[in-house]
């Protein structure tokens, strides 16, 4: 956006690409997430060292929470970027500065 002076016609499409990516990943994560708790779920009595899978939901858990919460960074910086590139079309187009 610098480089071009705020006037890159498919930056904000770009940047509304990544934000709808993130929302697919977040999905994406839930699906695994979900496979994985009812994979340990249905196979922990099936393990004849029980510690091993006994972990494996809190690891689930875990995994779940560090994946998220970088993903929700992620989209709160697109909105930032979006944000950003909207205000500075409005004053790119008001001749302001």
Do not use: C
């Not at 071009?4 to 990544?18: A, F, W, Y």
């Not at 196979?43 to 899978?53: I, K, V, W």
């Amino acid at each position: 956006m610098l480089r071009k002076g705020g006037r890159d016609p498919e930056l904000i499409q770009r940047l509304l690409t990544d934000a709808g990516l993130w929302i697919d990943l977040q999905g994406h994560l839930k699906e695994q997430v979900d496979t994985a708790s009812e994979f340990a779920s249905e196979y922990n009595g099936f393990d004849s060292d029980e510690r091993s899978l006994a972990e494996l939901p809190g690891l689930i858990r875990e995994f779940n929470d560090v994946v998220n919460d970088k993903l929700e960074r992620l989209n709160a910086k697109s909105q930032e970027l979006i944000q950003t590139v909207f205000v500075g079309l409005l004053v790119v187009g008001r001749g302001v500065g």
